[in-house]
């Protein structure tokens, strides 16, 4: 069960697929249009009422583009998600009643973990971000550098809270109509990590080592990859990268900008005053471009397109960029909302990025000074070969294989 956008669902086809591989029957629970991935991973499928592109394309959507802090964007989607919450109980439930053990990403967790309880089914926790508190990095979600160790943990203590108040309003009717005693948000909280509740995350401990103050049963997998089956690059993508040297990819995933003709324009003029191809990609910003050094594509498998650019530039979203470390090639982050940062700043320390180029700082200048440093210094393209060959080497869903088998 997840929801949000087509990162926070992607990388769970690989992981189901995997799964189905060993005997389970796999249900994806997610948003309608998400139903095609789970088809071509060969899962079965739920749908949840809600649409996340309408809903960031909405008058309350696009507001998100009026707050400059993590914290009031933050603010923002927590009033925004609180209607839909209650939208998709229905569905939890139902899909619930048909499941031996529910998988719950971080996005449901609240509302997953009570169906789980009030069906009694096991269930286990499987995020994408490190969202539990920790004296070791702030909150990923609010995008801001460390508070300090004090200030880190009691930031992460105030955010999950403020994140269950997403929940507040489906909890209470939801826990009555499954027979469950009346219990809020915060004390829903506190019951889970009371009793350990087990939670793998999926990504890479080289990329985020396991904070050494997390309790027992949160525990760093790897990586987990969306399914793609091998699925070729298109024959017009192909003949572009035939034609010339590598191409920069950019894309912002399924980020929303307020012009995306200027914000394409300055991509392009980025690109080509630092005598570089591109491939854009539309994505929900829908970015554009034209021309024999530019193409601009739709949906691609970055697996197999990745290994074959000069370096990717990209909304630093968790899935776009475990799949620019997969493949070994130097970034330039242009992070827009809440985690972005985060994994940002991850990429910049890892040394396989020059720098950041926030969404509201970008231009052609910022980011041509961005591009030749990535694509002419060296030493971020070794670095990134080195981490790419690391991470590719690593097993990330064994261990929810063993955790399932546990449950």
Sequence with gaps: MTAGSRGDVAPFTGLGHALARVGHQVTLVTHGRFAPLAARAGLGFHALPVDPRAELESAR????????????????VVSMARALAVEMT??????????????????VAPLGHAVAVGLGLPSLGLNLQP????????????GTASMGTLGNRVAGLGLNLAVEQVFAAALPPLRARLGL???????????????????????????????????????????????????????????????????????????TVPDPARTSAEIVRALRRAGLRGVIQRGWAGLSATGDDMLTVGEVPHSALFPRTAAV???????????????GVP?????VQFDEGFWAARLV???VAPQAVPLRRLSADTLEAALVRVTR???????????????????????????????
């Design 131 to 142: 969202l539990a508190p920790t004296r070791e990095f702030a909150p990923p979600m609010l």
């Design 181 to 255: 005693p009346p219990m809020g948000t915060a004390a829903a909280l506190r019951a889970r990590e009371r009793q350990g509740w087990p939670v793998l995350h999926g990504f890479s401990p080289q990329v985020v080592a396991r904070p050494g103050d997390w309790r027992p049963g949160l525990d760093v997998a790897g990586y987990w990859w969306p399914y793609d089956g091998d699925e070729p690059l298109p024959d017009d993508l192909l003949g572009f990268l035939d034609s010339g040297p590598p191409p920069v990819f950019v894309g912002l995933g399924s980020a």
């Design 61 to 76: 959507g696009r507001a998100l583009h009026r707050s400059t802090t993590g914290v009031g964007k933050l603010m923002r």
């Design 331 to 335: 970034a330039v982050p242009v992070p």
């Design 313 to 327: 530039v990209h909304h630093a979203g968790a899935g776009t960029t475990a799949a620019g470390l997969r493949a």
């Design 90 to 107: 229905d569905d939890l439930v139902a899909a619930g009643r048909a499941s031996d053990a529910l998988l719950l990403s971080g996005s």
């Design 377 to 407: 210094d060296t030493k971020y393209r070794e670095r990134a070969r080195a981490l790419g060959a690391g991470i590719r080497a690593e097993d990330g869903v064994t261990p929810v294989l063993a955790a399932v088998d546990r449950l």
């Design 349 to 351: 320390a890892l040394g």
